[in-house]
């Protein structure tokens, strides 16, 4: 074998996947086409679920670092509507102003400290496999050579070769809309409201927010204190487009001109970009020693979604290759990988899918159902639930056998203040190396026996946090809790239950092997 992973693609979900799989102790070949870092606009920002699992692994403050401004306020466009979370005092959903550009430049420098190999200008043209491994045909600056290892994860986008050359099906539709975004100061003709609205010279005023015409649909959107603004257009066309074109200023012009119905003069753009919306899921995220992730796997019909859902697929799916690589891994485990990230794949096209109707619809009833859905907004359960339901914090992911009722089970660990005879830390800061982790909350000497077999796997800690939510919990690398021992539970039904949850997920206790 001449590497244990290949990774094809070096976007925000290869590169992540690299990382974890390095933490692991697994050596990642990373084969990007492009000979270069891309400069094209995609991405603006980065938010959900992912950056708290950032913070995990302590890469949350280099994020921040590399933003290009203060983060936003947590108010985010739904539909045609908005989710306006400023009025909570623990908003479910956060956003960072970090382009994609910037991102794949920090977890490039992150896997280069990682020792990770990423060749560039090097094309997969094609990937066959056996029951053993898989050979990738590769196509490089000196001319073609193959590459083999035992897993191949395509992380190479929505037209992937790697999805087509495992004969995965991709179903979904396209929608005959192009929008276009574009981040741009404003010449002396052009005033910014107090309210948000655009007073321009020779026109009149242009309503901040979404304005829906006969020809489109455009967005006006300011931060207070910024010469910045962010305009959108969306207009139905059935062009197709190649994601690395880049997208010149008239031709932004030109489609707000279409949908306004007049020009509106702008001074320098800060960011131009252009994207189609596709509702897309693979049918299997594995296809026997490929597997795929990102965009590969799954296209959503909004924004703002796709690398918090392609990241943490690298993340489920790093710590599982890595325990069958090194011979841990129970038969069943890597399936688990398409059981759980097909599933939060689907709780994400349901809301994205959801805004699709709630944007498309130009009629008085959709105009109305928009209507209904922003007063729905005001109430905080709706807000909490939906907000959740948009960064992928509320995933819970179906977790076997008798610990699977318990409350917590299945979900992300929160990141609980611990004390120890060694100080004091925290749920983040211990899974910092990405090693599971079985926390007795609880001084149960029961649980740390039950969990003997697994010690060269599995860190057990005895520590104390105030309100513990459980007497004991076992958590994977990707922060989900894989087993929860109920507050003051039975010590004959705790020890099995926590030796078969992690058999489970960790393999044949130790004196078995």
């Known amino acids: 074998m001449d590497t244990d992973v290949i990774i094809v693609g070096a976007g925000p979900t290869g590169l992540m996947l690299a990382c974890e799989l390095r933490l692991a102790g697994v050596r990642p070949l990373v084969l990007e086409r492009h000979p270069y870092p891309r400069n094209t606009p995609k991405a603006g920002g980065l938010g959900g679920q992912i950056l708290e699992l950032l913070r995990y692994r302590g890469l949350l403050e280099r994020c921040e670092a590399a933003c290009t401004g203060p983060a936003p306020a947590p108010r985010f466009p739904f539909g045609g509507v908005h989710l306006d979370l400023t009025r909570l005092a623990d908003p479910p959903l956060h956003a960072l102003p970090l382009p994609q550009q910037q991102l794949e430049r920090l977890l490039n420098d992150r896997a280069a400290e990682l020792g990770i190999e990423i060749r560039r200008g090097h094309q997969v043209t094609g990937a066959i496999q056996d029951q053993t491994a898989v050979t990738a045909e590769v196509h490089g600056p000196d001319g073609p050579y193959r590459v083999v290892a035992p897993y191949l994860a395509g992380c190479d986008g929505a037209r992937s070769r790697i999805r087509d050359a495992a004969g995965i099906a991709f179903p979904g539709i396209t929608y005959p809309e192009v929008n276009r975004l574009a981040q741009v100061t404003f010449p002396d003709t052009v005033t910014l409201l107090a309210n948000g609205d655009l007073d321009v010279a020779g026109f009149g005023t242009v309503q901040g927010g979404f304005t829906r015409t006969d020809r489109g649909l455009l967005g006006v959107g300011a931060s207070p204190g910024s010469?910045?603004?962010?305009?959108?257009?969306?207009?139905?066309?059935?062009?197709?487009?190649?994601?690395?074109?880049?997208?010149?200023?008239?031709?932004?012009?030109?489609?707000?001109?279409?949908?306004?119905?007049?020009?509106?003069?702008?001074?320098?753009?800060?960011?131009?970009?252009?994207?189609?919306?596709?509702?897309?899921?693979?049918?299997?995220?594995?296809?026997?020693?490929?597997?795929?992730?990102?965009?590969?796997?799954?296209?959503?019909?909004?924004?703002?979604?796709?690398?918090?859902?392609?990241?943490?697929?690298?993340?489920?799916?790093?710590?599982?290759?890595?325990?069958?690589?090194?011979?841990?891994?129970?038969?069943?485990?890597?399936d688990t990988y398409h059981d759980e990230r097909s599933f939060a794949a689907a709780r994400t096209m349901l809301h994205t899918r959801a805004q699709v109707a709630l944007r498309r619809g130009t009629d008085p009833a959709s105009e109305a159902l928009r209507e209904v859905m922003q007063e729905l907004f005001t109430d905080e359960q709706p807000l909490r639930r939906m907000g959740a339901l948009v960064a992928g914090s509320d995933i819970r992911y179906p977790v076997p056998g008798p610990s699977g009722g318990h409350p917590l089970a299945g979900a992300f660990a929160p990141d609980l203040t611990l004390h120890s005879d060694r100080g004091m830390t925290s749920v983040g800061e211990l899974l910092r190396t990405a090693r599971p982790l079985l926390l007795d909350l609880a001084d149960r000497k029961d649980l740390r026996q039950a969990a003997r077999d697994w010690s060269s796997r599995v860190e057990v800690l005895t520590v104390k946090t105030e309100d513990r939510p459980a007497d004991a919990l076992l958590i994977r690398p990707d922060a989900h809790i894989a087993w929860a021992a109920a507050v003051g539970g039975s010590p004959d039904d705790a020890a099995p239950a926590l030796r078969e949850a992690l058999a489970h997920w960790f393999g044949a206790p130790e004196s078995h092997i």
């Open 227 to 334: 010469p910045v603004v962010s305009l959108y257009t969306t207009e139905e066309e059935s062009t197709e487009y190649d994601d690395d074109t880049p997208m010149s200023m008239t031709e932004f012009q030109d489609s707000f001109r279409r949908v306004l119905g007049a020009d509106l003069p702008a001074g320098e753009a800060v960011r131009l970009s252009r994207f189609t919306f596709k509702a897309r899921q693979a049918e299997q995220f594995r296809g026997g020693r490929i597997l795929l992730a990102g965009d590969a796997a799954h296209l959503f019909p909004a924004t703002g979604v796709a690398i918090n859902a392609g990241m943490l697929d690298a993340v489920n799916l790093a710590w599982k290759l890595a325990a069958d690589i090194h011979g841990r891994a129970p038969a069943h485990l890597l």
